[in-house]
């Protein structure tokens, strides 16, 4: 057992860093759902596809009818993400991105190398399995929706319960954070036009100037969650990028601002995105130009279910003791997920697992820095095999 275990992790390790050296953008992971599939072919584990490039795999009990899974036992879901970021890596790993403007930033390779450990470990010992278990492959996590799709092709049908997890690098290693409730937030976008009048930098008294108008706006909108929501109103308003092509002797016709929000919930978000559409345009008048408004609503919280959180805390803390539960982490934390979309049709839970264990582990998710720590695959895939009934020989780590 001891060594299927060692080999199960070793393999997972290696399929890992190969899925870093090959990162595919959201609706574009061909060769990653390639990797999988071939892989779940391997171990015998049937699959089908779902939403292009996502997966679903299927486990069920020793003399199960796979027809009958709704009248199965209670039937678990495991989900992991598979898609990378429009970011060039600044690593020098030997397993760096072999796609300049391309990286797993996130740790996505990560999780799907977990999540194929577990496949590999749970076909090994099916007969254990409490109930049916679909593992799903998710492409598209990164604002693609990834998760809605998934749903709308059934991905969902038949699941009673779906548990979620996500490496975080500003937690200690091996910590886990899983509360009752919400555990992330919701998130939006929005972009801002500026229109004024352009002209020469030697006569601004003739022009009507958006850059300085973009600027303005930009520091107004830094005081919605300053001075018009409650202090302990948790919410984040951030300007991201200004963009107003010119010569350096040319006042521009217009300029341009993006930025991001995440909110708690539906209420704060309609309220900070009816400020982000006055104080633009109140702003922009004031300083004689206008400006148009876009904002996009992206994913909403990320929200756990209390009997759920609970389980998953519980089979935690008996594999790694009560100080490995992470209590001094304010939540919500202040990132979006698309698993809320699982979480508002089905009981489930999401978790943060620490990885910074002070070994070069610390670079935040979306740096060009970052690279998913490798021990978390045993550690996680303990957990997912616990949650299906299956018992792992993995031992406390020390370090947690």
Known sequence: MANYWTDTIATAQQLRRDLHAHPELSWHEVRTAETVRNTLNQLGISWQACAGTGTIARLVPPNSNFKNLNLAPKHIALRGDIDALPITEQTSKPWTSQHPTCMHACGHDGHTATLLATAQWLKHHEQQLAG???????????????????????????????????????????KLLCPDGIVMCGNGTFTITVMGKGGHASQPELCRDPVLAASAITLALQQITSRRLAPQQAAVLSVTSIMADSGPT??????????????????????????????????AH?????????????????????????????????????????????????????????LREIPGAFALIGADDGEDHDSPCHSPHYD?????????????????????????????
């Open 372 to 400: 998913f720590n490798d021990k978390l695959i045993p550690l996680v895939t303990t957990l997912f095999s616990r949650l299906c009934g299956v018992t792992t020989p993995e031992k406390p780590a020390p370090t947690i």
């Open 286 to 342: 004031s300083y004689g130009v206008e400006c148009s408004v876009e904002i996009t609503p992206r994913y909403n919280a990320t929200i756990n279910h209390t009997v759920q959180a609970q389980h998953v805390r519980s089979l935690w803390a008996e594999q790694y003791g009560f100080t490995a539960i992470e209590t001094h982490v304010a939540t919500p934390i202040m990132a979006s997920e698309d698993f809320s979309y699982y």
């Open 250 to 283: 040319i006042i521009p016709q217009t300029a341009k601002l993006s930025g991001s929000i995440r909110v708690p919930d539906q209420q704060t978000r309609d309220h900070i995105c009816q400020l982000i559409t006055e104080i633009s345009q109140h702003t």
């Open 132 to 174: 049916p278990v679909s593992l799903l492959f998710q492409p598209a996590e990164e604002g693609g929706h990834g998760a809605r799709e998934m749903i709308n092709e059934g991905a969902l049908d038949g699941i009673d319960e779906i548990y979620g997890w996500h490496n975080w690098p500003a937690i200690g290693f091996g």
